[in-house]
């Protein structure tokens, strides 16, 4: 019997150190790092777009595409990170997270793109932390202006001046600070 006992408090006990570890070190990089500092120290940037300049047809597309439940979950997909799951394991590798935008957001600012399920369950503490502390609005609003958009552009500001470098209508060194002008009058019809 007591060797019964053993074989069940074993795992169970290994589950509750593994879980308090987690939280942990999600508690320590926030103390460490803080996403509001994060933030307030980025928001100050020349390059750093506000939320109510960014347009509403350009954020509309990016949730669309990223995350069309953004403003009605907590911060993470319960059903996201079981697909995720499912089509990982069926693959028996890597290829989906199932991430949310405050999910991405928090992956970008604190881990890069190392794939691990401890890294996930990390991030989903900390995703949640960061939709008490920020509010969706600011996540948005960091995220857009952090986030890679591909070819080496980080931000919505690269990425409108890289529209208008393409257009003709800039040249390289008047990049920095630049607006998406271009998708302001109209240029972009997702």
């Known amino acids: 019997m007591r060797v019964f006992l053993w074989i069940l408090l074993i795992p169970a006990a290994l589950g509750i150190l593994f879980t308090v570890g987690i939280l942990l070190y999600a508690v320590f990089l926030q103390i460490r790092f803080p996403l509001d500092r994060f933030y307030r120290t980025r928001s100050q940037q020349e ?9 509403q047809r350009l954020i509309k597309y990016l949730l669309l595409i990223e995350d069309d439940a953004f403003f009605s979950h907590p ?11 499912r089509i990982n394991r069926e693959k028996k590798q890597v290829v989906t997270g199932g991430s949310t935008i405050t999910q991405q957001l928090v992956k970008n600012i604190y881990f890069g793109f190392r ?6 369950a990390v991030e ?20 857009m202006n952090i986030i890679y958009f591909g070819n080496g552009v980080y931000g919505i ?33 997702p």
């Open 47 to 55: 390059d750093f777009i506000p939320y109510d300049r960014i347009p």
């Open 75 to 85: 911060g993470f997909s319960g059903a996201g990170i079981r697909y995720a799951f």
């Open 115 to 120: 794939h691990s399920y401890l890294r996930k």
């Open 124 to 143: 989903l503490v900390i995703a949640l932390s960061a939709e008490r502390s920020l509010g969706k609005r600011k996540i948005l609003e960091l995220y």
């Open 157 to 189: 500001s690269d990425a409108g001046c890289v529209s208008l470098l393409r257009c003709g209508l800039l040249q390289y060194r008047h990049c920095r600070g630049v607006t998406f002008e271009l998708f302001s009058v109209g240029s972009f019809v």
